[in-house]
């Protein structure tokens, strides 16, 4: 992986030529590093769920290319005891198409399906247009053995907070349409995060709580730590996991009437 890491310095020295953004903006993914996200919903589809499912949930590898690979290699090694990975954002650094691409390149030796959310750092410059070619799209979700897994765009301050990151609506549609399926919503940032559109984040709770018992939890990444709690002013309880410099992950357990986080260093 050193390769790429040097090949990242090289670019970055021709961050001011045509060069750059040719491949920052201009980069057309082969067909196998499309719609990747899709690919691997399919993928866990085929499969049939056991009693509990289990997930590697990590997060912000950005730059942390050797870390990702370690990750890579340990997950491997105990496949058997998970059914799928959640990136939960920051995949790249600078929301090049070339970070993506890297990241993806590693993240596809997994011998398990794995699945993103789009970060802060996934978006700036053409981030947003790579995110789309590369894994899909920013809001999509998923149901599998009993649980529906909601993957958010929560990156307001990079959309100049236009009102419409998080998409509420799209959120609201999205509990309508299984009204009594326990859900787990992902995304790279909490409404409690001073990135987060303080004009959403009163409505997007009030959105999350109206599910009551139905939404279990929601993932986050964002602050390269642990935590978890509950959102300020609610009960709707949140677990943050670690970026991949630490070499830790969270171990996501669901069974019928609970669930249960476990953190995992490699």
Known sequence: MRSHYN????????????????????????AEEKDVNLKNILRIL?????????????????RFYDETEQFVEYINSVSEQYDFVIHGGDI?????????LWINDIMSDLHIPYLT???????????????????????????WGGYKFMFVNTNSLEYGYNGMVPDLEWIGKQFMERKRTK??????????NSEFDPKLAPDFKSVLAREGDNLLFTLHGHNHSFSNGYYKNTKIP?????????????????????????IITF
């Open 92 to 100: 790249s650094d600078f929301g090049l198409a070339e970070e993506f």
């Open 7 to 30: 090949l990242f310095l090289i670019i970055l020295l021709f961050s001011g030529c045509d060069l750059f953004e040719y491949s920052a903006h201009q980069i057309t993914p082969g």
């Open 46 to 62: 085929e499969k049939s769920p056991s009693d509990t499912i289990r997930i590697a949930f990590m997060s912000d590898s950005q």
């Open 183 to 192: 859900t787990i919503l992902i995304s790279h940032m909490g409404p409690d």
């Open 238 to 262: 949140y677990w943050v996991t670690t970026s991949m410099d630490k070499k830790a992950f969270t171990k996501v357990e669901l069974w019928d009437g609970g669930y249960n986080f476990e």
């Open 117 to 143: 959310v789009i970060g802060n750092h996934d978006v700036p410059v053409f981030g947003h247009e790579a995110y789309l070619k590369i894994f899909g799209p920013v809001n999509y979700s998923f149901t």
